[in-house]
């Protein structure tokens, strides 16, 4: 057990409102990942942070932005959602055994847009 | 750029086959591999991993991988597919300090 919590596991809701995805790691990790999974595109990096209140773009940034006020959380926040956001969402720590440390991965938020 | 590639969306067994999940990539420099397992509803497990020690990985569940730089490959095998394995299974790879690449992913099916 790797430590990680996602909040909320599943959403539901429209076009147009916030929604904020929390991660929580009790491991104490440097490195926190927000991913999204969409079929046939396999992981896809949204954004990640290098520590408190450093974050860096991933690949699919666009429409999502993050926070990191303590090492132990990093929230991933949709300030307008749209359909095309529909997805589920993984935070991942990495372990710390140096450049060669694995992702472990929390069990999904899924959300959907309507 | 890292790129990762896995022949096949959707691949089929019969229990006691052979299992062989491909995963092709691309990087500059020498890379970190990695194999990831994902059940429904679940996130993704660690199978195993290459970090430029042994060339063949063995990981858990009784997989293996195989690192052959020539062919910029590190498939997965098992000899003897099992129901449990049934499941989505993601090729990643790392170069160092660089953020993780996951292929498209591979559905395994086992038949009875």
């Known amino acids: 057990d790797a430590g990680i919590t996602q909040s909320p596991r599943h959403k539901v809701t429209e076009t147009g409102t916030p929604v904020t995805l929390r991660c929580h790691q009790t491991?104490?990790?440097?490195?926190m990942y927000w991913y999204r999974q969409d079929p046939g595109h396999g992981l896809r990096l949204i954004h990640y942070?290098?520590?408190?209140?450093?974050?860096d773009k991933g690949e699919v940034s666009d429409g999502y932005s993050v926070s990191r006020s303590k090492t132990e959380d990093f929230l991933l926040t949709l300030e307008s959602a749209t359909s095309s956001q529909t997805s589920v969402y993984f935070c991942?720590?990495?372990?710390?055994?140096?450049?060669?440390?694995?992702?472990?991965f929390g069990e999904g938020s899924r959300l959907t847009v309507l | 750029a890292q790129s990762v590639t896995q022949l096949g969306s959707h691949v089929s067994v019969s229990e006691g086959a052979l299992v062989l999940l491909r995963c092709n990539y691309s990087?500059?420099?020498?890379?970190?591999l990695f194999w990831y397992v994902q059940y429904p509803n679940q996130g993704l497990q660690l199978l195993l991993k290459?970090?430029?020690?042994?060339?063949l990985v063995k990981g858990i569940n009784g997989f293996e991988a195989e690192f052959k730089k020539s062919e910029t490959s590190f498939h997965l095998t098992k000899p003897s597919a099992h129901m449990s394995d049934a499941a989505e299974y993601f090729c990643?790879?790392?170069?160092?300090?660089?953020?993780?690449?996951f292929g498209p992913g591979t559905r395994l099916s086992v038949l009875p």
């Open positions: 991942a720590i990495r372990g710390t055994r140096g450049l060669d440390g694995e992702l472990f």
């Open positions: 491991e104490n990790h440097r490195y």
């Open positions: 942070s290098y520590g408190v209140k450093d974050t």
């Open positions: 990087s500059s420099v020498p890379p970190y």
């Open positions: 290459y970090t430029s020690a042994a060339t």
């Open positions: 990643a790879v790392s170069e160092e300090g660089q953020n993780f690449v």
